[in-house]
């Protein structure tokens, strides 16, 4: 993630320049005024673009709260792992620019915030030339909920991601994801996959990462790892034989969590995953 996309600013500056020379040559060319009235109009547009990489510049400047510093140094278990200056302003950008609600009985705490911030921040670590596409409100309910979301043990689902809408996580299952990191089961890891996932033409198990000349390649390995989990022949749990997208959802869980197990026994997975997230969790290294 970065603070100004040279892109953006330079698309902003080109459309500050052509909206306040038109306005100056519209107004009244053959005077000053008209190149004043052009001049302002170049500061309002090119201030009204500067004004998102403007607010990422101020909060990334803020520390952490310390409950975050905290929470990252003594339960999150890759931070041993991650460049930490730009890991911690990316978790400063998420916990600013997204929205964390409880419900019921949910309390929204940083620490809790921290741990969906980290785990949408390690997606992307290796890919820092990447955003997430928008802005998203994270809803944190008491306990899992069923397909009519409301809250209770007998609820089946532990999260939930929607591509126009929240993303729904249980409180308990976020914090066991990050106490149990090597048993490839973390529901914040899943639901920001599925994320990734949304951000491509159709949520289709092919996330926006994957490089277009390699679509087709991951697709058929993906079908062939649907296959595998359907006679018993993986290490993925069969939830994932559900679909494609539950298929990278569940392995990217077990890319990061159980990455020795992975590479051993689905090296072409592992291999591929290694290169759409640009990060080895064997070396943690590109």
């Known amino acids: 993630m970065q603070v100004a996309n040279r892109k953006t600013v330079a698309f902003s500056l080109t459309l500050?320049?052509?909206?306040?020379?038109g306005v100056g040559?519209?107004?009244e060319p053959s005077t000053s005024a008209g190149w004043i009235f052009g001049a302002a109009t170049f500061i309002l547009v090119a201030g009204w673009?500067?004004?998102?990489?403007?607010r990422r510049f101020l909060v990334v400047r803020k520390p952490l709260s310390p409950a975050v510093a905290a929470w990252l140094r003594a339960d999150f278990p890759f931070y041993r792992y991650v460049e930490r200056e730009r890991f911690e302003r990316?978790?400063?950008?998420?916990?600013?620019?997204?929205?964390f609600e409880g419900v019921g009985e949910a309390e929204v705490t940083d620490e809790l915030k921290a741990a969906v911030a980290a785990g949408a921040a390690l997606l992307l670590h290796g890919r820092p030339d990447r955003e997430w596409s928008s802005?998203?409100?994270?809803?944190?309910?008491?306990?899992?909920?069923?397909?009519?979301?409301?809250?209770?043990?007998?609820?089946?689902?532990?999260?939930?991601?929607?591509s126009q809408g929240p993303v729904i996580l249980a409180v308990e299952s976020v914090r066991q994801g990050w106490e149990n990191p090597a048993d490839g089961h973390n529901v914040v890891l899943?639901?920001?996959?599925?994320?990734?996932?949304?951000e491509s033409e159709f949520s289709n198990g092919t996330p926006s990462l994957v490089a277009s000349e390699s679509a087709a390649a991951w697709r058929e390995l993906v079908r062939k790892e649907i296959r595998r989990v359907r006679i018993g022949r993986s290490i993925l749990r069969r939830y994932a034989a559900q679909n494609p997208a539950e298929l990278f959802a569940v392995a990217v869980e077990n890319f990061f969590e159980r990455p020795e197990l992975m590479a051993r026994r689905h090296p072409e997975l592992f291999a591929a995953l290694r290169n759409i997230f640009r990060i080895d969790p064997l070396t943690w290294g590109p």
């Not at 673009?49 to 403007?54: D, I, Q, S, T, V």
């Not at 990316?90 to 929205?99: F, H, N, P, R, S």
């Not at 899943?190 to 949304?198: N, T």
Request: charged share 25%; proline share 3%; glycine share 10%.
């Open 16 to 21: 500050a320049a052509l909206t306040g020379g």
């Open 25 to 27: 040559i519209a107004t």
């Open 49 to 54: 673009g500067a004004r998102y990489p403007l």
């Open 90 to 99: 990316d978790i400063k950008i998420i916990l600013a620019e997204w929205t």
């Open 135 to 162: 802005r998203r409100t994270i809803l944190l309910y008491p306990d899992r909920f069923d397909d009519e979301y409301t809250a209770g043990e007998e609820g089946e689902f532990e999260g939930m991601a929607h």
């Open 190 to 198: 899943h639901e920001m996959a599925h994320l990734l996932d949304y």
